[in-house]
């Protein structure tokens, strides 16, 4: 890759790279993390929709956006993407799931200074409504379900022990469940620019303490990415 300046051996190092994300792939502590808000355990998982997905971008590209992030939905694929946030941005999106039941999201995000970037985000969940009763079982009439995820995060340019070309990032997300009760988590994850035209992301997401015997949908995510500009781009995430 000579149009990348320092950068020699980059055939040798895709290999390498590629060797290591079979490795991680194969590895059991990484499959059970992974998963979509579709096989997760309802017994003992709450609020699986945090996997769902956020952002029309992420989600079209079939979810192989962890070495691509560049919106505000970064905060949700890879806080190491926030970084790469070149202006102010706004991102407003709703996502129907079935009759009545929906998720709106609101998120933002902007460089601080020429190492720093930062993204915040509020997603709500709503559920419809049901028939709410007293304790003597009379009708107090109609009341909504709905779930609400916050979240807010940094991303700084990587240390030169990562090669200095990158973002890495952490996450905080705060989420308020239908039975009221509140669950606290981050997410942290970095993108690494290996040459002009290769990009890899790592990120662990929803990482956070059991509450009454539930635990949030944590998930580890890695991709890869090669580009030609303005031409074409292939990215693979697992």
Same mark, same amino acid.
Request: charged share 20%.
């Given at each position: 890759y000579p149009d990348f300046p320092g950068y020699e051996g980059g055939d040798q190092m895709i290999r390498i790279i590629l060797v290591i994300i079979s490795l991680i792939a194969a590895t059991p502590s990484l499959s059970a993390l992974r998963g979509s808000s579709d096989s997760f355990d309802s017994s003992s998982i709450r609020a699986a929709y945090l996997n769902r997905g956020m952002g029309a971008r992420?989600?079209?590209l079939g979810e192989a956006y962890t070495s691509? %992030?560049?919106?505000?939905?970064?905060?949700?694929? $890879?806080p190491g993407g926030i970084g790469q946030a070149k202006q102010l941005s706004f991102l407003l999106a709703y996502d129907r799931v079935i009759e009545e039941v929906g998720i709106s999201t609101c998120a933002v995000s902007l460089p601080l200074t020429a190492n720093f970037g930062f993204a915040g985000?509020?997603? @709500? @969940? =709503?559920? #419809?409504?049901?028939? &709410?009763?007293? /304790?003597?079982? !009379?009708? +107090?009439? *109609? +009341?909504?379900? =709905?779930s609400l995820w916050a979240l807010g995060g940094l991303s700084f340019a990587n240390p030169g022990w990562l #090669?200095? $070309? #990158?973002?890495?990032?952490?996450?905080? !997300?705060?989420? +308020?469940?239908?039975? !009221? &009760?509140t669950l606290i988590a981050f *997410?942290?994850?970095?993108?690494?620019?290996? %040459? =002009? +035209?290769?990009? @890899?992301?790592? &990120?662990?997401?929803?990482?956070?303490?059991e509450v009454d015997g539930f635990s949030l949908p944590s998930e580890a995510r890695i991709g890869l990415n090669w580009s030609n500009p303005?031409?074409? @781009?292939?990215?693979? /995430?697992y």
């Open positions: 992420g989600v079209a691509i %992030s560049t919106d505000p939905s970064a905060i949700f694929w $890879n985000a509020v997603s @709500m @969940m =709503s559920l #419809g409504s049901y028939d &709410s009763y007293s /304790d003597a079982a !009379e009708p +107090k009439g *109609s +009341k909504s379900a =709905s #090669g200095s $070309n #990158g973002w890495t990032g952490i996450g905080t !997300e705060f989420i +308020k469940d239908i039975d !009221e &009760s *997410s942290t994850g970095t993108l690494v620019h290996i %040459s =002009s +035209k290769w990009d @890899m992301g790592v &990120s662990l997401l929803h990482l956070g303490p303005d031409r074409l @781009m292939v990215a693979f /995430d």
